[in-house]
């Protein structure tokens, strides 16, 4: 069964760090493109890191951009958004999502989602 379940959410105060973790299983793991998305009540989902056309960089959206930074570990097939200098405005519902399509992870229309984590930045 193919899975991606996010951990490492929860409360955090303003300026604090978080260190999200997405553990694939039943996948060829270093195939996938994976990337890293938000969501709030009431807004569409946005996507927060993705990699870049080339597959070589990453794009981070401009909110996280210095503050936030995705790393993957293929040998223990697991993705990372490390998360710094919180503010507020990240508490969402964080997904972490694959696809063998970089177009459609890019589109936010990956086939592979998991469950989501949730990130409570307060003051």
């Not at 978080?18 to 009431?42: D, I, K, N, V």
């Not at 936010?108 to 307060?122: E, I, K, N, P, Y």
């Amino acid at each position: 069964q193919v899975r991606l379940v996010e951990s490492g959410g929860g409360p955090v105060q303003a300026g604090g760090s978080l260190r999200l973790s997405c553990a694939a299983s039943g996948l060829t793991f270093s195939s996938y493109h994976m990337g890293w998305f938000r969501q709030t009540p009431g807004k569409e989902r946005e996507f927060v890191v993705v990699p870049t056309w080339s597959g070589a960089n990453t794009d981070y959206t401009n909110a996280v951009k210095g503050r936030f930074t995705i790393a993957r570990d293929n040998a223990k097939n697991t993705v990372y958004l490390q998360m710094n200098s919180l503010k507020l405005e990240d508490t969402a519902v964080y997904y972490c999502a694959a696809d063998l399509s970089l177009r459609n992870l890019r589109s936010g229309a990956a086939r592979l989602w998991g469950q989501g984590t949730q990130v409570t930045v307060s003051s």
